[in-house]
């Protein structure tokens, strides 16, 4: 029997952040072997305001909730591993006989440096800032790229062309990272991801057993929801263009200014994007829906690489935490009053 509920997730360094309707967690694990947990209640935006809900508009809510989320996972994750090679530091300096400056514990077993807390301020603009950067590179680039050959907007070869630009940039870009070491390590954890939630929807025991027969490709995964924003785009683009006027008499500064015009078009692009991406989960078995997303497949056979059993044991550690959630509601606290909880190994992990 396969399970309804979504749950979707993110590769992080050294671990896998997991979320479902009303729990975010975060699984890792250090450079000493230990597992550290953490989870949290998780209330959406549109929990709170119901018309965000409303289709077209809940696209851009999950776009941003996700990179906050992804941010903050990210966060946890580095610190975690900043923690690890302190341990280890301390472990190897005290089997040579020398002391650190890391060689105290707190309560929980963390070491001095364990992480400052980041404010909500400090991750939006981490967020803002992350977009803006994207923005500029795969979107701006591209157009002014397009803009050298003269072509106008209201043409259908100019954003034909555009399109093309920052698609082959950004697939450039994920394949060029993708030959670092420590990247084809967080597509290790990605292609966990996949697999763990492929053995929950299908109403399968949480095993690595289980986990490992599974394909790393997944149509809801945000891979494909990134292709999606970009095809989206150039319709989107193709049909608004022709109606704007000319910004400027100058061609460079028209230019600019129109890139500006696509910023706040990006919106609703995610909205109609998360639509079709929704829409082609729920008909994966149509024809017409398996063409539609193979170009998402397609690039996550970049970033997504098979993973080795103790990946796929964290994936499957931060999927049963949010299900715990799940099952004792938004009531029950974590054990830890930092909400992190912290295992030798998975044997002692029971939730």
Same mark, same amino acid.
């Given at each position: 029997?396969?399970?309804?509920?979504?749950?979707?997730g993110?590769?992080?360094?050294?671990?896998?952040?997991?979320r479902?309707?009303?729990?975010?967690?975060?699984?890792?694990?250090?450079?000493?072997?230990?597992?550290?947990?953490?989870?949290?209640?998780?209330?959406?935006?549109?929990?709170?305001?119901?018309?965000?809900?409303?289709?077209?508009?809940?696209?851009?809510?999950?776009?941003?909730?996700?990179?906050?989320?992804?941010?903050?996972?990210?966060?946890?994750?580095a610190?975690?591993?900043?923690?690890?090679?302190?341990?280890?530091?301390?472990?190897?300096?005290?089997?040579?006989?020398?002391?650190?400056?890391?060689?105290?514990?707190?309560?929980?077993?963390?070491?001095?440096?364990?992480?400052a807390p980041?404010?909500?301020?400090?991750?939006?603009?981490?967020?803002?800032?992350?977009?803006?950067?994207?923005?500029?590179?795969?979107?701006?680039?591209?157009?002014?790229?397009?803009s050298?050959?003269?072509?106008?907007?209201d043409?259908i070869?100019?954003?034909?062309?555009?399109?093309?630009?920052?698609?082959?940039?950004?697939?450039?870009?994920?394949?060029?990272?993708?030959?670092?070491?420590?990247?084809?390590?967080?597509?290790?954890?990605?292609?966990?991801?996949?697999?763990?939630i492929?053995?929950f929807?299908?109403?399968?025991?949480?095993?690595?057993?289980? #986990?490992? &027969?599974?394909?790393?490709?997944? *149509?809801?995964? =945000?891979? /494909?929801?990134? +292709? %999606?924003?970009?095809? $989206?785009?150039?319709?989107?683009?193709?049909?608004?263009?022709?109606?704007?006027?000319?910004f400027?008499?100058?061609?460079?500064?028209?230019?600019?200014?129109?890139? #500006?015009? &696509?910023?706040?078009?990006?919106? *609703?692009?995610? =909205?109609? /994007?998360?639509? +079709? %991406?929704?829409?082609? $989960?729920k008909?994966?078995?149509?024809p017409?829906?398996?063409?539609?997303?193979?170009?998402g497949l397609?690039?996550?056979?970049?970033?997504?690489?098979?993973?080795?059993?103790e990946?796929?044991?964290?994936?499957?550690?931060?999927?049963?935490?949010?299900?715990?959630?799940?099952?004792?509601?938004?009531?029950?606290?974590?054990?830890?009053?930092?909400?992190?909880?912290?295992?030798?190994?998975?044997?002692?992990?029971?939730?």
């Amino acid at each position: 029997m396969s399970n309804q509920m979504n749950v979707g997730g993110q590769a992080i360094i050294e671990g896998v952040m997991m979320r479902s309707p009303k729990s975010l967690a975060i699984a890792v694990r250090r450079a000493d072997g230990e597992i550290v947990v953490t989870e949290r209640v998780w209330e959406s935006l549109w929990d709170r305001f119901r018309f965000l809900r409303w289709p077209f508009l809940r696209g851009t809510i999950v776009l941003i909730e996700s990179l906050v989320n992804g941010v903050q996972a990210l966060t946890f994750s580095a610190n975690q591993a900043m923690i690890g090679e302190e341990i280890m530091e301390r472990k190897r300096a005290e089997e040579k006989g020398e002391a650190t400056e890391n060689d105290e514990k707190d309560a929980a077993g963390e070491t001095k440096s364990d992480e400052a807390p980041v404010s909500r301020w400090m991750l939006m603009a981490t967020v803002v800032a992350s977009l803006l950067i994207g923005f500029l590179i795969f979107k701006g680039i591209p157009h002014m790229l397009t803009s050298l050959t003269g072509l106008s907007t209201d043409s259908i070869l100019f954003h034909i062309l555009d399109g093309a630009i920052k698609i082959t940039m950004f697939i450039g870009y994920v394949a060029a990272i993708s030959l670092m070491p420590d990247i084809k390590r967080v597509f290790q954890y990605h292609g966990a991801e996949h697999k763990s939630i492929y053995v929950f929807e299908n109403g399968e025991e949480l095993t690595v057993e289980n #986990a490992r &027969k599974y394909t790393t490709l997944h *149509p809801r995964c =945000g891979t /494909s929801f990134i +292709i %999606l924003v970009l095809l $989206s785009s150039i319709l989107v683009f193709m049909v608004v263009f022709p109606f704007l006027p000319p910004f400027h008499e100058n061609r460079w500064i028209n230019a600019l200014l129109q890139v #500006a015009v &696509k910023l706040p078009l990006m919106l *609703p692009i995610a =909205g109609v /994007s998360y639509e +079709i %991406l929704k829409w082609s $989960s729920k008909h994966i078995d149509n024809p017409f829906v398996r063409l539609l997303i193979k170009p998402g497949l397609w690039l996550q056979l970049i970033t997504t690489r098979e993973p080795d059993d103790e990946q796929l044991e964290i994936a499957l550690i931060s999927l049963r935490k949010v299900l715990w959630r799940e099952r004792v509601g938004a009531e029950t606290t974590a054990i830890d009053s930092k909400n992190i909880e912290i295992y030798a190994n998975s044997s002692e992990i029971s939730f």
